[in-house]
């Protein structure tokens, strides 16, 4: 599964996941797959209509075997969350009462104080058609709720609690700008190997009588090199670049390269790199 890496840290923590009566073992095994991508690990299920294991379930978490084997199963939800100490309720509907509601940024950062404090929290998710009813949302602490389309704001479960678990991760980063991976370091081109492009470029335009009327040659000239010169070019950049034009000057469609026919003659500069960026 693209992605996954058996050998790397596998985070498993925070608020148990709890889904009330879901219907399809499609969407909980949705739901531990958004758990799993960002370290969550208890799945705990209250009164699932087509019983537990499912193996529909165990077939769309991708992998997430970890929490699927490990999910607990309730007849009710006092049962479910009698040992849990804060629980949120997920609900789009506005609720009577007097229970705080909260943003899922403000959610997960109170869920991330109380978990380094020690205690066990939940969110609470409801059915798939019309979600908790007041009474399940009653037994919650507080309402988390998500800003969506005020004319739909209907959200599939795996959905929504993707979007808990991605605040869940983000609670617990030190900089919201840090990404697991960075692209990898090139070397900034010289303004030598810029001019041995701009050579080769205009010099295979010009056989081709690119550059027509001749007295408006030094205009195009300029046009091409003000495109070619609006970013700062990398070494390898230049190279694929050199590349492509060394392949155009030498092949054309009716004998492209690898047809075993003779490549025509290049007037290309003899300086020009080889570059064997073109796919072969």
Same mark, same amino acid.
């Given at each position: 599964?693209?992605?996954?890496?058996?050998?790397?840290?596998?985070?498993?923590?925070?608020?148990?996941?709890?889904?009330?009566?879901?219907?399809?073992?499609?969407?909980?095994?949705?739901?531990?797959?958004?758990?799993?991508?960002?370290?969550?690990?208890?799945?705990?299920?209250?009164?699932?209509?087509?019983?537990?294991?499912?193996?529909?379930?165990?077939?769309?978490?991708?992998?997430?075997?970890?929490?699927?084997?490990?999910?607990?199963?309730? #007849? =009710? &939800?006092?049962?479910?969350?009698?040992?849990?100490?804060?629980?949120?309720?997920?609900?789009? @509907? *506005? %609720?009577? +009462?007097?229970?705080?509601?909260?943003?899922?940024?403000?959610?997960? #950062? =109170? &869920?991330?104080?109380?978990?380094?404090?020690?205690?066990?929290?939940?969110?609470?998710?409801? @059915? *798939? %058609?019309? +979600?908790?009813?007041?009474?399940?949302?009653?037994?919650?602490?507080?309402?988390?709720?998500?800003?969506?389309?005020?004319?739909?704001?209907?959200?599939?479960?795996?959905?929504?609690?993707?979007?808990?678990?991605?605040?869940?991760?983000?609670?617990?980063?030190?900089?919201?700008?840090?990404?697991?991976?960075?692209?990898?370091?090139?070397?900034?081109?010289?303004?030598?190997?810029?001019?041995?492009?701009?050579?080769?470029?205009?010099?295979?335009?010009?056989?081709?009588?690119?550059?027509?009327?001749?007295?408006?040659?030094?205009?195009?000239?300029?046009?091409?090199?003000?495109?070619?010169?609006?970013?700062?070019?990398?070494?390898?950049?230049?190279?694929?670049?050199?590349?492509?034009?060394?392949?155009?000057?030498?092949?054309?469609?009716?004998?492209?390269?690898?047809?075993?026919?003779?490549?025509?003659?290049?007037?290309?500069?003899?300086?020009?790199?080889?570059?064997?960026?073109?796919?072969?």
């Amino acid at each position: 599964m693209a992605g996954t890496n058996s050998e790397r840290q596998l985070l498993a923590e925070g608020p148990a996941i709890i889904l009330v009566e879901p219907q399809m073992g499609e969407n909980i095994g949705m739901v531990a797959r958004a758990m799993a991508n960002f370290g969550l690990a208890e799945l705990r299920l209250v009164n699932p209509r087509d019983g537990w294991p499912n193996e529909r379930a165990q077939a769309t978490a991708s992998k997430a075997d970890h929490i699927i084997e490990a999910t607990k199963v309730y #007849e =009710t &939800l006092e049962q479910a969350i009698a040992d849990l100490n804060f629980v949120y309720a997920t609900t789009a @509907r *506005e %609720r009577d +009462g007097y229970k705080p509601v909260r943003s899922p940024v403000v959610a997960a #950062e =109170t &869920l991330r104080a109380k978990f380094k404090a020690g205690e066990g929290t939940g969110i609470l998710f409801g @059915r *798939e %058609r019309w +979600g908790l009813t007041n009474e399940e949302v009653a037994l919650a602490d507080e309402i988390v709720t998500f800003p969506v389309n005020p004319a739909f704001a209907s959200l599939n479960i795996a959905q929504a609690v993707l979007l808990m678990s991605y605040e869940w991760m983000k609670s617990g980063m030190e900089d919201l700008g840090d990404v697991p991976f960075q692209a990898i370091e090139q070397r900034p081109s010289t303004k030598d190997q810029l001019f041995g492009l701009f050579d080769q470029l205009e010099e295979a335009l010009d056989a081709r009588n690119y550059f027509h009327p001749a007295g408006k040659k030094p205009k195009m000239v300029d046009n091409l090199r003000a495109v070619l010169s609006r970013r700062a070019f990398t070494e390898q950049e230049i190279s694929v670049l050199r590349g492509v034009i060394s392949s155009l000057d030498r092949f054309t469609r009716q004998s492209p390269r690898g047809s075993g026919s003779h490549p025509r003659s290049s007037k290309a500069p003899k300086e020009a790199p080889s570059d064997d960026s073109s796919g072969e």
